[in-house]
């Protein structure tokens, strides 16, 4: 059974640098495309950022480009976001993401097949 596991929430000052990881387990995850969503409170989720499978192509949404970078570490099954200047606007649960099979990334929720149970991140001002 594919399970995934999310942790590096918390609570975080406005400017802090909070990672989020992602572990995966029950499946084979090698070469498949990674992605991190959020859904703000009271909003619709929202994706947040995606990387290959191949780990060469990242997209990010406008709002945290610059400030958010995923990465990957397929030896150990794992998927990262590393998050900077974090702002209030940024208070969400971070959901990871992935796709069953294929290269390619995408921001539509619906190509990836496997979800974590999400990770609470409040950014205090």
């Known amino acids: 059974q594919v399970q995934l596991v999310e942790s590096g929430g918390g609570l975080v000052q406005a400017g802090g640098s909070p990672r989020l990881s992602c572990a995966a387990s029950?499946?084979?995850?090698?070469?498949?495309?990674k992605a991190w969503f959020r859904q703000p409170p009271g909003k619709e989720r929202e994706f947040v950022s995606a990387?290959?499978?191949?780990?060469?192509?990242?997209l990010y949404a406008d709002s945290v480009k610059g400030r958010f970078t995923i990465s990957r570490d397929d030896a150990e099954n794992y998927w990262y976001l590393q998050m900077n200047k974090m702002k209030p606007e940024d208070t969400a649960v971070y959901y990871c993401?992935?796709?069953?099979?294929?290269?390619?990334?995408?921001?539509?929720?619906?190509?990836?097949?496997?979800w974590g149970q999400g990770t609470q991140v409040t950014v205090s001002s």
């Open positions: 993401a992935s796709r069953a099979w294929g290269d390619s990334p995408y921001t539509t929720g619906y190509q990836y097949s496997y």
């Open positions: 029950g499946g084979t995850f090698s070469g498949s495309a």
């Open positions: 990387i290959s499978g191949s780990g060469g192509r990242m």
